[in-house]
T-cell receptor, first 115, second 113 residues
Framework: SAVISQKPSRDICQRGTSLTIQCQVDSQVTMMFWYRQQPGQSLTLIATANQGSEATYESGFVIDKFPISRPNLTFSTLTVSNMSPEDSSIYLC????????????FGPGTRLTVT | AQTVTQSQPEMSVQEAETVTLSCTYDTSESDYYLFWYKQPPSRQMILVIRQEAYKQQNATENRFSVNFQKAAKSFSLKISDSQLGDAAMYFCALRSYGQNFVFGPGTRLSVLP
């Protein structure tokens, strides 16, 4: 299974500012995903990021608010822009499935608090 | 649309006992996979077990096993000999071929010493 790291692990930010979350994988992967998990809730997919193409956003999420970069097969960033307290959540990076497996693997998450 | 339902928001089990977490799902696809993920308080999601829909045999991983009832679209997780480290949120997930994962709302499991 892939080993995934995220930076930062947590942050407290002021409303109106932006935060960029980094996701690093120890192997090359085709598909990377960004999820939001609000307190006590399940996971909601924000977008799918494939290298070399624009990210695909799910309903309710827009590029201006959550710009994503995928410069290579081991790295991606998610920016949470113009933050409000409603953006306080855990943001999770995930990889897979690919031709070798069907499951997804998750990073440790970034806990964001917006004041 | 695909859906995953977990009807038990919270469960508790005595240490060393057995507990079963329920999951039902809905998909019109014939090629799909089912998963149970565990999220301890430290929040890293960990894959517990997976089941391919085309396999009739229930998957087993050490103390974890599933009861896969395809016709009923049911996929329960049994944890035997429960340990304190099993305390976590458990998410049932469905992935149909060519589609994104769909996660259930989760079941919070407490293990009582």
């Amino acid at each position: 299974s892939a080993v995934i790291s995220q930076k930062p692990s947590r942050d407290i930010c002021q409303r109106g500012t932006s935060l960029t979350i980094q996701c690093q994988v120890d192997s090359q992967v085709t598909m990377m995903f960004w999820y939001r998990q609000q307190p006590g809730q399940s996971l909601t997919l924000i977008a799918t990021a494939n290298q070399g193409s624009e990210a695909t956003y799910e309903s309710g999420f827009v590029i201006d608010k959550f710009p994503i970069s995928r410069p290579n097969l081991t790295f991606s960033t998610l920016t949470v822009s113009n933050m409000s307290p409603e953006d306080s959540s855990i943001y999770l990076c995930s990889v897979g499935p690919d031709s070798h497996s069907y499951e997804q693997y998750f990073g440790p998450g970034t806990r964001l608090t917006v004041t | 649309a695909q859906t995953v339902t977990q009807s038990q928001p919270e469960m508790s089990v005595q240490e060393a006992e057995t507990v079963t977490l329920s999951c039902t799902y809905d998909t019109s696809e014939s090629d799909y996979y089912l998963f149970w993920y565990k999220q301890p308080p430290s929040r890293q999601m960990i894959l517990v077990i997976r089941q391919e829909a085309y396999k009739q045999q229930n998957a087993t991983e050490n103390r974890f096993s599933v009861n896969f009832q395809k016709a009923a679209k049911s996929f329960s997780l049994k944890i035997s000999d429960s340990q304190l480290g099993d305390a976590a949120m458990y998410f049932c997930a469905l992935r149909s071929y060519g589609q994104n994962f769909v996660f259930g709302p989760g079941t919070r499991l407490s293990v009582l010493p």
